[in-house]
């Protein structure tokens, strides 16, 4: 198994920042790729950012060249910096691990954090 605990949502202005951060423990060391990913109401969870355990980075394209994801192997953490916040980027937003066990993928969550733009 592998926990995730998330923090560092809020409520920001458009045009503000924020930081997120996800702390993992657990089975970390199945865990091949970690990432972020959102839900706002009504609509279904999407990815946001990706990153491998290599640096590798993927974004979806909405928050391409505004959010960036990076992560420390060392603390087993993953942060998302988040700038130039949207109102449509109100969600609440779940750390992912992405881990394989003896050839069997598994994906943990954490139990999400909201982030509230105000326009």
């Known amino acids: 198994q592998v926990q995730l605990v998330e923090s560092g949502g809020g409520l920001v202005q458009a045009g503000g920042s924020l930081r997120l951060s996800c702390t993992a423990s657990?089975?970390?060391?199945?865990?091949?790729?970690m990432g972020w990913y959102r839900q706002a109401p009504g609509k279904q969870r999407e990815l946001v950012a990706a990153?491998?355990?290599?640096?590798?980075?993927n974004y979806a394209d909405s928050p391409k060249g505004r959010f960036t994801i990076s992560r420390d192997n060392a603390k087993n953490t993953v942060d998302l910096q988040m700038k130039s916040l949207k109102p449509e980027d109100t969600a609440v937003y779940y750390c992912?691990?992405?881990?394989?066990?003896?050839?069997?993928?598994?994906?943990?969550w954490g139990q999400g954090t909201q982030v509230t733009v105000s326009s």
């Open positions: 992912n691990a992405h881990a394989i066990r003896f050839g069997t993928p598994y994906d943990y």
């Open positions: 657990g089975r970390i060391f199945s865990i091949s790729t």
């Open positions: 990153i491998t355990s290599g640096g590798i980075t």
